[in-house]
């Protein structure tokens, strides 16, 4: 059975710093990762899809790679804003068995401080 | 292009009540899938509905069910409720299928209290 991991769980930091957020999912049998933002009470918007054969993609302020053999992505955050501020959430297609759909880890509560 | 529109935001239901909740996905999208958000278990996948049949489904009872419309549309009714099926619904449209590649896009939620 997949399981996503995301650490920390929750992060505080000063507006401007680089931050780096982390997802570790136990199957490497992935058809991709994708990373989303949600704000509070709201649904999930997409920021980021790296496909399986890739290793990061990039939008913006935000990079993200893939290490699929070792079963972990990071999201990168430049120069981080208070509107920054939100839960980040990782989640991968598993390719094994089993049901389709996403599998998500429980996401990392972001602070940024003005 | 329009995003993923789901109705009602907001339902309050006493235990015991069937619900229905509605998702519109992005136009050209054929696949839809569910997801419950609860504070303990996080985002936990329902099922799938594609070109109108149910493709994919997650550990849930079968009081949770759906179906999807010729026009990609779907339905999910929960019969019976419980308190604990409280929870942010979210759908997700995709263009093919999510394992296809070209992501998941999320509608805004449905907030269902149950008391």
């Known amino acids: 059975k997949q399981e996503v991991t995301q650490i920390p769980a929750a992060l505080s930091v000063p507006e401007g710093e680089n931050l780096v957020l982390n997802c570790s999912f136990t199957?490497?049998?992935?058809?991709?990762l994708q990373w989303f933002r949600q704000d509070p009470g709201k649904g999930l918007t997409s920021l980021l899809l790296i496909q399986s054969s890739q290793r990061e993609q990039t939008s913006g302020r935000l990079n993200a790679s893939l290490d699929k053999s070792s079963g972990r992505s990071t999201l990168y955050i430049a120069a981080s804003q208070p509107g920054d501020s939100a839960t980040y959430l990782c989640?991968?297609?598993?390719?094994?068995?089993?049901?389709?759909?996403?599998?998500f880890g429980k996401g990392t509560h972001l602070i940024i401080q003005p | 292009k329009a995003g993923v529109t789901q109705t009602p935001r907001y339902l309050i239901k006493t235990r015991g009540q069937q619900v229905t909740l509605s998702c519109s996905p992005i136009s050209g999208h054929r696949s839809v899938s569910w997801y419950q958000q609860t504070p303990g278990q996080g985002l936990q996948f329902l099922f799938e509905?594609?070109?109108?049949?149910?493709?994919n489904k997650g550990n849930f009872p079968g009081r949770f069910s759906g179906r999807q419309f010729s026009n990609s549309r779907s339905e999910m009714n929960v019969s019976t409720l419980e308190l604990g099926d409280s929870a942010l619904y979210l759908c997700?449209?995709?263009?093919?299928?999510?394992?296809?590649?070209?992501?998941?896009?999320f509608g805004q939620g449905t907030r269902l209290t149950v008391v």
């Open positions: 509905y594609f070109s109108e049949t149910q493709r």
């Open positions: 199957d490497s049998a992935i058809y991709n």
């Open positions: 997700a449209s995709s263009l093919v299928s999510e394992r296809q590649g070209r992501g998941a896009f």
């Open positions: 989640a991968v297609t598993y390719s094994g068995g089993g049901a389709d759909g996403l599998t």
